[in-house]
């Protein structure tokens, strides 16, 4: 017997939409710090504990980063007109 996974698409109101946005500028701004701190470490000079520095940094903009796009996928993917398509079984 196989699962059959049905893709519910709700629209969040109220104080769901503001939670979505102030994660998604919270994670542009931990972003921004992370790029920053970065620089920073690649400007300083060559030991363990700029490369341990480069790593955090590296990471946190990364996660961020993907963290946010899923956030802007999804939320315009909530936006977009619902088309009706026939069902082919």
């Given at each position: 017997?196989?699962?059959?996974r049905?893709?519910?698409?709700?629209?969040?109101?109220?104080?769901?939409?503001?939670r979505v946005?102030?994660?998604?500028w919270a994670l542009?701004?931990?972003t921004v710090?992370?790029?920053?701190v970065?620089?920073?470490?690649?400007?300083?000079?060559?030991?363990?504990?700029?490369a341990?520095l480069?790593a955090v940094s590296?990471l946190?903009?990364?996660?961020s980063v993907a963290?946010?796009?899923r956030?802007?996928?999804?939320?315009?993917?909530?936006?977009?007109?619902?088309t009706h398509?026939?069902?082919r079984?």
């Amino acid at each position: 017997m196989s699962a059959r996974r049905t893709s519910h698409r709700r629209v969040p109101a109220g104080a769901a939409v503001t939670r979505v946005r102030r994660n998604f500028w919270a994670l542009v701004a931990a972003t921004v710090v992370a790029a920053g701190v970065l620089s920073q470490a690649l400007a300083r000079p060559a030991g363990p504990g700029t490369a341990a520095l480069v790593a955090v940094s590296g990471l946190v903009g990364l996660a961020s980063v993907a963290l946010a796009g899923r956030i802007l996928v999804v939320t315009a993917a909530l936006n977009r007109p619902r088309t009706h398509r026939s069902r082919r079984r």
